[in-house]
């Protein structure tokens, strides 16, 4: 998840949205001086509000660890007590996205394909805020745990709240690997966890990819006017996402942190 970055230059610009619904006057009337707008990570709300957006497929990348989280339990996911640690009760796309990936991925009724919280399921043990960071994710864990003591499945919204709900689960002597802690992110950091166990699976998103694609896009509308293709079936330019994991499940693709550490970023 990135914070607000803008860099423009000549007619062009390129963003990535901390809040992507407050900026969006300040996009329009970018818009409407002439200036092409590219977002990056973290569509816009609405997503038209910029002319093109690089992206990761955020509800695919939840989807992979939610897949990956059933056929490591098998028919124990009918039992499974699942923790939900994410960002913030904005429920900004990235969220929400995510989010609602995994449910998909691990079988969950989703309701509101574009808002968690609907679910009536007894599995889920609840929503906690996180903040999307370290602390966060500690605190998030500890107040699912007093709430759902037998939980053993934990998504984290990125990798630095998988980090902080590991930590409670070891103060707690719950880091037998009893407990599954899924992420998403990819940074060098997120995947080494996969080394020590901190976390059992993580999908990597490619900023640096995001970042070139949307500089080519940019040079070609100079030269042509020609704006970015969307990906088919998205609103966005899909920038790719990868499973890593050192415990495959079958039918699920994936590679190691060995290979995770040599394509992660940061």
């Avoid at 009337?29 to 997503?47: E, F, H, M, N, Y």
């Avoid at 990235?94 to 007894?122: A, I, K, S, T």
């Avoid at 929503?127 to 605190?139: D, K, L, S, V, Y």
């Avoid at 880091?175 to 901190?198: E, Q």
């Amino acid at each position: 998840m990135a914070g607000c970055f803008t860099s423009s230059s000549r007619g062009k610009t390129l963003n990535t949205p901390s809040d992507p619904a407050a900026i969006g006057l300040t996009v329009q009337k970018a818009r409407d001086a002439g200036l092409l707008v590219i977002t990056l990570d973290t569509p816009l709300d609405p997503i038209d509000s910029a002319d093109a957006t690089f992206a990761t497929d955020n509800r695919l990348a939840g989807k992979l660890i939610g897949q990956w989280a059933a056929a490591k339990l098998g028919d124990e996911a009918q039992n499974a007590k699942v923790a939900m640690l994410d960002f913030s009760n904005a429920q900004i796309s990235v969220d929400y996205l995510r989010n609602q990936g995994f449910m998909e991925g691990f079988g969950f009724d989703v309701g509101d394909p574009n808002r968690w919280g609907d679910e009536n399921d007894p599995r889920i043990c609840g929503h906690f805020m996180t903040g999307a960071n370290e602390e966060g994710g500690r605190t998030g864990m500890e107040q699912a745990l007093q709430k759902c003591p037998d939980v053993n499945v934990v998504y984290t919204i990125n990798e630095p709240t998988a980090a902080g709900a590991s930590e409670a689960l070891r103060a707690l002597g719950k880091d037998d690997g009893f407990v599954l802690v899924l992420s998403i992110d990819g940074g060098c950091d997120g995947v080494a966890m996969l080394n020590d166990v901190t976390a059992n699976a993580t999908s990597m998103q490619f900023p640096d990819r995001m970042a070139s694609m949307a500089m080519q896009a940019l040079k070609t509308f100079a030269e042509t006017g020609e704006k970015p293709v969307v990906t088919p079936g998205l609103e966005f330019t899909n920038t790719g996402t990868e499973l890593f994991t050192n415990d495959p499940q079958d039918g699920i693709p994936s590679e190691d942190a060995a290979a995770g550490l040599k394509k992660c970023w940061g």
